[in-house]
């Protein structure tokens, strides 16, 4: 059974900092890209952030960059998401989600397994 669990999402004040964390097993997903996508009340899911299989590429949203790090756990089928400086904007559903490729992509589409979602509230 293939399994997508997020955890650490929370409450923190505006400045403050949180780590998402999102473990997979059911598949080898050490050979997927994954990434991180959010949605707030009233608003579309959007995407955040993505890592390659390897680690080697990353990519992030404008709204996050510089802000916010995606990382893989030595066994690769661990993903994090480092989040500073937060922002009540960021405050959403953030789910962890999965490729059947190697690359990452933008696309909610383009991703093929999902968590649960963990929530984040920023206040200010």
């Known amino acids: 059974q293939v399994q997508l669990v997020e955890s650490g999402g929370g409450l923190v004040q505006a400045g403050g900092s949180l780590r998402l964390s999102c473990a997979a097993s059911g598949r080898t997903f050490s050979s997927y890209a994954m990434g991180w996508f959010r949605q707030a009340p009233g608003k579309e899911r959007e995407f955040v952030a993505a890592?390659?299989?390897?680690?080697?590429?990353?990519y992030y949203a404008d709204s996050v960059k510089g802000r916010f790090t995606i990382s893989r756990g030595n066994a690769k089928n661990t993903v994090y998401l480092q989040m500073n400086s937060l922002k009540p904007d960021d405050t959403a559903v953030y789910y962890c989600?999965?490729?059947?490729?190697?690359?990452?992509?933008?696309?909610?589409?383009?991703?093929?397994?999902w968590g649960q979602g963990t929530q984040v509230t920023v206040s200010s």
């Open positions: 890592i390659s299989w390897s680690g080697g590429s990353t």
């Open positions: 989600a999965s490729r059947t490729y190697p690359v990452p992509t933008m696309r909610g589409l383009d991703y093929a397994y």
